[in-house]
């Protein structure tokens, strides 16, 4: 893939990087970490299309606590809702249905 003409590399310290190696496990961690991308863009330390496939991955990240409130299952009081997105693998044999 070229480089477009007139990029560069980072001038400036990106600010959400700090915050997602701390880790988004919190409501208020993810929206710090997308003020801090949105900043990061607006002053040219992160370029768009690196902002973009953080913001996708925000969404997908968005996406997966939603399901775990409306399909989770209940922990017990006060532990919140668990979700399972895959269950155990086993292997068939030949001959074996699922």
Do not use: W, Y
Not at 2 to 30: H, L, M, N, V, Y
Not at 32 to 38: D, H, I, R
Not at 74 to 98: N, Y
């Amino acid at each position: 893939m070229r480089k477009r003409k007139g990029s560069t590399a980072p001038k400036r310290p990106c600010r959400s990087t700090p915050i997602a190696e701390r880790g988004i496990t919190t409501a208020a961690d993810f929206a710090q970490f997308m003020s801090a991308l949105l900043t990061d863009l607006a002053v040219g330390a992160i370029d768009a299309q690196r902002a973009n496939a953080m913001s996708s991955v925000g969404g997908k990240l968005l996406k997966v606590a939603e399901m775990q409130e409306k399909f989770g299952q209940e922990q017990g009081p006060g532990k919140g809702k668990r979700l399972v997105l895959a269950g155990p693998m086993r292997l068939l044999t030949h001959g074996q249905s699922a």
